[in-house]
């Protein structure tokens, strides 16, 4: 059964982190989002994302994302400083073109850090993209 799924890579996405301004807490913190860098809609968006260190790991998190626009960001999470020195990883499934898409980015152990932040064109702000 699952053999018989064809998974495609999934181009044209991308995850990354931006620190932002939580005016609830009133505190800068990291949100990831997924970027659709494609020129057509991706249906049906899932993105799962788990974290780990050499002694301790993180829930395994499922965000139903629905469809997203051509060119547009949607949040997944917020990514607390907690977790920031665990390897963090996210499986980004969809479809489109009637194919089933899927990738894996992962944001490397203490890489989520202004001091590594470069210009993210779509939102227009720094951020950190992931691997």
Not at 16 to 29: P, S, Y
Not at 42 to 47: C, G, Q
Request: hydrophobic share 40%; no cysteine; aromatic share 10%.
């Amino acid at each position: 059964m699952k053999e018989d799924i064809e998974f495609h890579i999934a181009e044209q996405v991308q995850v990354v982190a931006i620190r932002e301004w939580d005016k609830d807490f009133l505190n800068q913190n990291w949100n990831v989002y997924l970027l659709n860098l494609r020129m057509d809609t991706i249906e049906t968006v899932l993105v799962m994302s788990r974290g780990n260190s050499e002694d301790k790991k993180t829930s395994v998190l499922r965000h139903g994302l629905g469809d997203m626009e051509s060119n547009t960001s949607a949040k997944v999470e917020l990514i607390t400083d907690e977790v920031l020195g665990f390897t963090n990883e996210y499986l980004v499934t969809f479809f489109a073109e009637g194919k089933l898409f899927e990738r894996r980015f992962v944001f490397n152990s203490h890489t989520i850090s202004e001091e590594n932040s470069i210009h993210i064109p779509m939102l227009d702000t720094e951020g950190i993209r992931a691997v």
